[in-house]
């Protein structure tokens, strides 16, 4: 059983909103930081945006300011909101997750500090 699964992912036009959802089906994503990452064939996996468990977040400097990170801990669902999508936003989108062993307010957006990854989603935004 895969134990996070993106969901969200698509079309949309220049400009345009999607929001990727992560529902983790395993684990229980409270005790997880969580994190997105994006990657084009070819290139290497790109940190988006992190959370921890104390909802201490960041970002990556190409998404500042487009993209939100939020958890539903009811839901066991991590979210990645996304406005103002760019042709060069396209790519595969993961979601990943590590313990918290500590509690901690800072994050990486480095893809060695996760050890739980979902399968992925396809956003394809168009000029």
């Known amino acids: 059983q895969v134990p996070l699964v993106e969901s969200g992912g698509g079309l949309v036009q220049y400009g345009g909103s999607l929001r990727l959802s992560c529902a983790a089906s395993?684990?229980?994503?409270?005790?997880?930081?969580v994190a997105w990452f994006r990657q084009v064939p070819g290139k290497d996996r790109e940190g988006l945006s992190c959370?921890?468990?104390?909802?201490?977040?960041d970002y990556g400097d190409s998404v500042k300011n487009r993209f939100t990170i939020s958890r539903d801990n009811a839901n066991n669902t991590v979210y990645l909101q996304m406005s103002s999508l760019k042709p060069e936003d396209t790519a595969v989108y993961y979601c990943?997750?590590?313990?918290?062993?500590?509690?901690?307010?800072?994050?990486?957006?480095?893809?060695?500090?996760?050890?739980?990854w979902g399968q992925g989603t396809q956003v394809t935004v168009s000029a």
């Open positions: 990943a997750a590590h313990g918290a062993r500590v509690v901690q307010d800072t994050c990486l957006l480095l893809d060695n500090a996760y050890d739980v």
């Open positions: 395993t684990l229980t994503l409270e005790y997880y930081h």
């Open positions: 959370m921890t468990t104390t909802g201490g977040s």
